[in-house]
């Protein structure tokens, strides 16, 4: 099993680690390190997934190119042009760093609803609804949506929920013409790179965007289309009336949903057997959407 990074270490420069990234400040510009930590039920789970920081990083520097014709932050994904300080340990930077655009984050989710799953089949079937988005009578658990339905959540701070928000307070927080432009936008990359991962065997059920302003222009920012952001389903086992197999981290929350685990108290450990399943589904997505080897198999 590959070397598991769950935190890296750059001298003298500023950090703020997040759930999974280690986010450092090189003045006008960010260097992001996705690292290995994996995160459900909002805590940071004491077990990393070997590579699966390369992942997340391959996947969206894959996207970002792919939607090329969407302003985005990315600058490169080249260790040599980080400029970083003399000496810099970069091995553990290999594959999961990009040397991004500062901008001022828009803080809102800009969640796009495809199929229904999760949070929103929970909804459904108490309102008939989701997220204040009236929806058909008569729909099933999984069940495609007549059309994607945008849902922004509020961009909670760590340890906290994000909250679902509707389109009314979405133009309260952010202005009317902003609004307008993340969920046009923001279901414009959905349906694209749906239809895409859909010719590659892969559901891609719901997902979320982020956004950021660098002086007048909105730019995608973060990551995009990933197992950690999305809801990865195989095709070929899809079947609607039911939860789906996936490639993301349900594999790992349904482990921690049957442990006992009482979500209140730290959880436990990762069993070796379920550490080296996800990380094949983490590649395994990588691999069907991009058509490439994971490099580092």
């Known amino acids: ?31 992001l390190v996705s690292t290995d930590r994996i995160s459900a039920f909002d805590w ?36 040599e042009d980080f400029n970083l300080p003399a000496g810099a340990d970069v091995e553990p930077l290999v594959g999961r760093a990009m040397l991004v655009r500062k ?10 609803r495809g199929y229904l ?12 609804a989701v997220c204040g988005v009236e929806l058909p009578t008569g729909l099933q658990e999984s069940d ?43 279901i414009e990359l959905y349906t694209r790179g749906a239809e895409y991962a859909m010719e590659r065997g892969v559901i891609i059920a719901d997902t979320k965007f982020e956004f950021g302003m660098l002086e007048d222009e909105l730019l995608l920012i973060d990551e995009v289309l990933t197992p950690d952001s999305s809801r990865f389903w195989p095709a070929d086992q899809y079947k609607p009336g039911r939860s789906q197999p996936s490639f993301d981290k349900q594999f790992v929350r349904d482990w921690l949903t049957h442990s ?7 959880p436990p450990p990762l069993p070796p057997e379920i550490v080296e399943k996800t990380r094949a589904k983490y590649i395994e997505a990588y691999e069907r959407i991009t058509g490439k080897e994971f490099p580092w198999k």
């Not at 901008?103 to 796009?112: A, G, K, L, N, Q």
């Not at 799953?117 to 459904?124: I, L, R």
């Not at 701070?157 to 923001?186: F, P």
């Open 144 to 186: 495609r949506l007549p059309g994607p339905v945008f849902t922004p959540a509020t961009k909670a701070e760590q340890g906290e929920h994000d909250l679902n928000i509707g389109y009314d307070e979405l133009v309260a927080r952010v202005g009317r013409d902003l609004a307008k432009q993340l969920s046009t936008l923001s």
């Open 260 to 266: 006992g685990w009482d979500r209140n108290s730290p």
């Open 117 to 128: 799953s999760g949070s929103a089949w929970t909804e459904y079937q108490q309102t008939g």
């Open 44 to 79: 940071v789970l004491p077990t990393g997934i070997p590579d699966k920081g390369r992942v997340l990083t391959q996947l969206s520097k894959f996207w970002f190119e792919h939607f090329r014709d969407v302003p985005n932050q990315m600058i490169s994904g080249k260790i």
């Open 103 to 112: 901008t001022t984050v828009v803080p809102i989710e800009c969640v796009v």
């Open 1 to 31: 099993m590959p070397t598991t990074v769950t935190e890296t270490s750059l001298d003298d420069l500023p950090v703020r680690r997040g759930k999974v990234r280690d986010i450092y400040d090189l003045g006008d510009s960010l260097l």
